[in-house]
T-cell receptor, first 111, second 113 residues
Framework: TQLLEQSPQFLSIQEGENLTVYCNSS?????LQWYRQEPGEGPVLLVT?????EVKKLKRLTFQFGDARKDSSLHITAAQPGDTGLYLC???????????FGTGTRLTVIP | EADIYQTPRYLVIGTGKKITLECSQT?????MYWYQQDPGMELHLIHY???????EKGDLSSESTVSRIRTEHFPLTLESARPSHTSQYLC????????????FGPGTRLTVT
């Protein structure tokens, strides 16, 4: 059973465009994290959201946690080639000991 | 900045060999994890540890074993490697105050021929 579905699976855009990627589940999470992974490297933590409806900004990246804490979105403004990578969401399910990782969105930003 | 290290970064070995993948962290984190990831795919938890002398199996069945004799060290061993073990192996740790935030090493890409 896949707890976290991410969409789109692949996204290729031009530099300067805006984009949104989604992370959806039928489960409720105590917290949700977003990671970015570059080829040949481990994922790097970008942000953690814990409160339903919470919005966090990290420069050009805006993260939102759904009101019911079942979903999240990542919006990138004016994408740059350095944003290229695999974006993974991960949820801490209430009562569980570990994180569940999403299926990932592979983003390519073309100069 | 997270300080978690994995060696080797790349390994190509023949079927039947015994291998140990090393993972060390200098942050004093109690909880550590091993994940398996096929290229561009999601991460699957194969082992984790709450601290010294604690080891647990994860969600994905694995023929590997782990040990945790020291807080900073969490090696993973394959007694007899097979081509089906070819994958990327990622080690991570998390701080006691924020156990849901995991910090990853660079990974070991294993190829079994």
């Amino acid at each position: 059973t896949q707890l976290l579905e991410q969409s789109p699976q692949f996204l290729s855009i031009q530099e300067g465009e805006n984009l949104t990627v989604y992370c959806n589940s039928s489960s409720v999470f105590s917290s949700l994290q977003w990671y970015r992974q570059e080829p040949g490297e481990g994922p790097v933590l970008l942000v953690t959201v814990v409160t339903g409806g919470e919005v966090k900004k990290l420069k050009r990246l805006t993260f939102q946690f759904g009101d019911a804490r079942k979903d999240s979105s990542l919006h990138i403004t004016a994408a740059q080639p350095g944003d290229t990578g695999l974006y993974l969401c991960a949820g801490e399910e209430t009562g569980a000991n570990n994180l569940f990782f999403g299926t990932g969105t592979r983003l390519t930003v073309i100069p | 900045e997270a300080d978690i290290y994995q060696t080797p970064r790349y390994l190509v070995i023949g079927t039947g060999k015994k291998i140990t993948l090393e993972c060390s962290q200098t942050m004093g984190h109690d909880k550590m994890y091993w994940y398996q990831q096929d290229p561009g795919m999601e991460l699957h938890l194969i082992h984790y540890s709450y601290g010294v002398n604690s080891t647990e199996k994860g969600d994905l069945s694995s023929e590997s074993t782990v040990s945790r004799i020291r807080t900073e060290h969490f090696p993973l061993t394959l007694e007899s490697a097979r081509p089906s073990h070819t994958s990327q192996y990622l080690c991570a740790s998390s701080p006691p105050t924020r156990p849901y935030e995991q910090y990853f090493g660079p990974g070991t890409r294993l190829t079994v021929t």
